[in-house]
C-alpha cells in the first residue's frame, strides 16, 4: 500500500516522504494519536518505503519486499527477516523482547537496505524494557529504525519521547470517512451516518452493525424530543453506568461520544432546514419527516444552544473524569432551555 492509499493525515505523509526523498528520515519516530487513524498501517508503509526497490519515497506495493511486509502487517507475523514488529507478551513487552531488538538492530540488513522495528503498543513497554532501548534510540546505526506507536506521549517515559521525532496524528475527517465508506460499498445514506458515528475512527466505522447504529440513533432522537419540550425522559444515555478501571472510563468515553455525535448530526440538520436548505444535503435524509417537524417547534436559538452545548461535551469527554456527570448536566441544560 503507498502513503496516497492511507485515508487522512495528508500532513504527516508529506513529512515521511520528504524525509525519505532528502535521505533525512528520524532512525527514532514516535507516533501518537487516537485509534482508527492507521498509524500502524503508516509505520508498514514506512518500513516499505525504506525497502522498496521500485520507488525512492514511496511503496510501490508490488516487489518482492513491499509484499513481505504488508503480508507482516496484515498477519501479524514475520515475513520479511529485517522487518519486526514486538508483539505484547502478557501484560507488557518485555525486557527480553528488547534486548533481543537490540542485537538484530547492530547487525546489517539480510536482504533490504534497512532493519525496522514496529512497537505497535509502545505504551506497554514495562519501565525496564523502556530504559534498556534507549541506547538505539540514541546511538542507532545508519540501517536501523525504530518505530513506535502509541496514543500520545504522556503514556510513555520522557526519556524515550526526546530521543524521538514525535508525529501526531489527528482524527480522520467525517467527509473522508464517508468517502471511504462509500467506496467500500456502503450506500450513500449509511455512509453518511456512519461517517458522524465514526468520531474520525474510520477503522472502527468500518465495522459498525448497522442495526445497532439505528438503535442508537432511535435512541438520540429522544434529546430532540427533549428540547422540543416534549414530556417524558429521553433515553439515549441510558445503560451507560459507571465502569471500573481506565479501560472501563475510556468505553464509556467511546459510547457517550457515538451517541452526542449523532445528536450533533441532528442539530446541524435542523439549522439546515431552518436555512431552507436542500433536503438532499441532510446527514440524516431518512429522518427528513421528524426533522421537518421539529424545526418547525424549535426556533433557531435554541437549536444553536443545544450544539454549543453537546460541541462542548465533545471536548470535555477526553480529559473529563467523569463523563457521565458530564452528559447528564447537558441533558439537564435541555431541559432547562424549555423553560427559558
Known amino acids: 500500500m503507498a502513503f496516497k492509499d492511507i485515508p487522512g493525515n495528508p500532513g504527516i ?3 515521511l516522504q520528504n524525509a525519505l526523498r532528502n535521505g533525512r528520515l528520524p532512525h527514532a519516530l514516535l507516533f501518537c494519536g487516537p485509534d482508527g487513524v492507521y498509524k500502524r498501517r503508516t509505520a508498514f508503509t514506512l518500513a516499505q518505503a525504506l525497502n522498496c526497490r521500485n520507488a525512492a519515497d514511496d511503496a510501490c506495493g508490488e516487489c518482492e519486499s513491499c509484499r513481505a511486509i504488508r503480508r507482516s502487517e496484515e498477519t501479524g507475523e514475520t515475513w520479511h527477516p529485517d522487518i519486526q514488529e514486538l508483539s505484547v507478551e502478557t501484560q507488557a513487552i518485555k ?3 528488547v534486548r533481543a531488538l537490540k542485537e538484530a538492530a547492530y547487525l546489517r540488513p539480510m536482504t533490504a537496505r534497512a532493519r525496522v522495528f514496529i512497537l505497535s503498543e509502545a505504551e506497554r513497554l514495562s519501565d ?3 530504559n534498556s532501548l534507549l541506547k538505539v534510540l540514541e546511538e542507532p546505526p545508519g540501517f536501523s529504525y525504530v518505530l513506535l506507536i502509541a496514543p500520545s506521549p504522556d503514556v510513555l517515559l520522557p526519556t524515550i519521547v526526546s530521543r524521538c521525532r514525535v508525529l501526531t496524528f489527528l482524527p480522520i475527517t467525517r467527509e473522508e470517512v464517508e468517502k471511504q465508506l462509500r467506496g467500500d460499498g456502503q450506500p450513500d445514506e449509511r455512509a453518511r451516518a456512519l461517517s458522524f458515528v465514526a468520531g474520525g475512527n474510520l477503522e472502527r466505522a468500518a465495522v459498525f452493525d448497522w442495526d445497532e447504529v439505528q438503535e442508537l440513533r432511535e435512541r438520540t432522537w429522544g434529546l430532540v424530543r427533549v428540547l422540543a419540550g416534549e414530556p417524558g425522559v429521553a433515553a439515549a444515555f441510558e445503560g451507560l453506568e459507571a465502569r471500573g478501571g481506565e479501560s472501563g ?9 457515538e451517541r452526542v455525535e449523532v445528536f450533533v448530526s441532528f442539530c446541524r440538520d435542523l439549522l439546515l432546514l431552518h436555512e431552507g436548505g436542500e433536503a438532499s444535503l441532510l ?5 427528513e419527516a421528524r426533522l421537518r ?3 418547525e417547534v424549535l426556533d433557531r436559538r435554541r437549536i444553536l444552544e443545544a450544539l454549543r452545548g453537546a460541541e462542548g461535551v465533545l471536548a470535555g469527554l477526553p480529559r473529563n473524569l467523569n463523563p ?8 439537564a441544560s435541555l431541559w ?4 427559558a
Open 293 to 295: 417537524e421539529a424545526a
Open 283 to 287: 446527514f440524516n435524509p431518512d429522518y
Open 249 to 257: 472510563r475510556e468505553a464509556v468515553r467511546d459510547e457517550l461520544r
Open 336 to 339: 432547562s432551555s424549555n423553560d
Open 324 to 331: 457521565t456527570l458530564l452528559v447528564s448536566a447537558f441533558v
Open 128 to 130: 525496564e524494557a523502556a
Open 95 to 97: 525486557i527480553e523482547q
Open 13 to 15: 505523509k508529506k513529512i
